[in-house]
């Protein structure tokens, strides 16, 4: 019996509370600097491309710690990584928090993206292994609104401390934050016991069930398979669009529809509340059906035509708050889906290494889509920016159904 099968859900739900406390972290992290971007272009007399870079710097560093640490969680175990990962991540804020210069600041973009590159490749192979298969969905599914939380928590956090005291006490307060989780992630380290040797152990054997002439998969092998590259493609767009609309849907909508720009920052919060809330009912739909990528298809479908009535100006103003509310509920029903997807791509014994190469597709994406989609708006073509997202989502629809003809009838990973 593997450690999923034998699991109970009182353990399942604890389990599940730990990994995504990690997780919603993680996605915290990801917007400690940004919010203190005025503090710091003030201090260190910095321009905004200088502020860029180290968000750059961040997400590349984060991209190849992200695909090579699938390594290290397959070999060593997921729970030390994770400890190692949520470390760095407090040991980046100390590193911003003394800085006297642009280099100490590079310093710490290249530490958070090294603590930040764990966490996928961590959790998947944690819940994979840890939860009851029948529950699974909606530990997806709470893993990814842990995120947005995360998301939405960090820039009131910052920029509250910043403003009662300074920058510098901002990011002590979230280099604390960080060390507070670490603490309660080592006192409950038992429900994150991830025995390396005994989960290819059990992995086997449960192949061997299937298939009496098994035999494990290589190292490097799984890299030969075309499910994981369409996988990682199907993140890289993904993260493409998304990093276009929450880049420049502001200043997209002033220049449309003349609408403030703190008025589209509003309307992303929203896009991000949608998502969760779509999270929530995604988990309970792809426990319910047995075609993910069916969900995920409609989902996106529904999303892509919500950008191509904002782009093409069909909709009046009034009604962009709740188009973006539509497609961040579309967005959040497919995430439990794509994750159910990926995980059926998932070779035996290949968690983290799978999830690694697979999400590193994100923080790819998030360098990229930003550029791209700024080259359209500084071509005076603000519309093509949800135009362009529509026809992305049409890519990734196309890309879940690759996915799904090329998964072999195999018991998951």
Not at 83 to 101: D, I, N, Q
Not at 176 to 205: C, G, Q, Y
Not at 309 to 329: D, H, K, N, R, Y
């Amino acid at each position: 019996m593997s450690v999923a099968q034998g699991s109970l859900y009182p353990s399942d739900n604890r389990t599940i509370g730990l990994i995504s406390l990690a997780h919603g972290t993680s996605h915290f992290y990801h917007l400690v600097l940004p919010p203190l971007f005025p503090w710091l272009k003030t201090e260190f007399a910095l321009s905004y491309a200088e502020l860029g870079l180290l968000m750059t710097i961040f997400f590349v560093v984060s991209c190849a710690v992200q695909a090579s640490s699938g390594f290290l969680v397959d070999h060593k175990g997921a729970r030390p990584v994770l400890f190692a990962g949520v470390g760095l991540l407090a040991l980046s804020a100390l590193t911003y928090a003394v800085s006297s210069s642009y280099v100490g600041l590079v310093i710490g973009a290249v530490l958070m993206g090294c603590g930040n590159g764990v966490f996928h490749p961590v959790d998947y192979t944690l819940m994979n292994h840890k939860i009851s298969p029948k529950r699974l969905p909606y530990a997806y599914s709470f893993h990814g609104v842990t995120g947005y939380l995360g998301w939405a928590f960090a820039p009131v956090f910052m920029v509250a401390i910043a403003e009662l005291a300074d920058w510098r006490t901002a990011m002590k307060a979230a280099a604390i934050l960080a060390l507070v989780v670490l603490f309660f992630l080592w006192m409950n380290r038992e429900l994150l016991t991830d025995d390396a040797k005994a989960r290819h152990e059990s992995n086997l054997a449960n192949a061997r069930k299937n298939d009496p002439n098994h035999t494990p998969i290589g190292t490097f092998d799984f890299l030969k398979l075309p499910a994981v590259w369409l996988c990682w493609i199907f993140f890289f767009l993904s993260m493409v669009a998304m990093a276009g609309i929450q880049s420049f849907a502001p200043s997209a909508f002033l220049k449309i529809y003349d609408i403030s720009v703190a008025s589209g920052n509003f309307f992303l919060t929203l896009l991000a509340l949608g998502s969760a809330g779509g999270m929530i009912l995604g988990g309970y739909i792809a426990s319910k059906l047995a075609s993910p990528e069916r969900t995920v298809v409609i989902c996106l479908m529904i999303s892509a035509l919500m950008s191509i009535v904002i782009g093409t100006e069909i909709a009046s103003a009034a009604l962009i708050p709740s188009l973006f509310v539509v497609i961040g509920i579309g967005l959040g029903v497919a995430a439990p889906s794509r994750d159910l997807m990926i995980r059926s791509a998932t070779p035996q014994g290949a968690s983290g290494r799978v999830y690694g190469i697979v999400y590193s597709g994100i923080d790819l994406g998030a360098s990229v889509g930003p550029l791209a989609f700024g080259i359209l708006l500084d071509a005076g073509q603000p519309n093509w920016l949800f135009l362009g997202v529509a026809f992305i989502q049409c890519l990734i629809i196309f890309t879940a159904f690759k996915v799904a003809s090329n998964i072999p009838n195999k018991t998951p990973a």
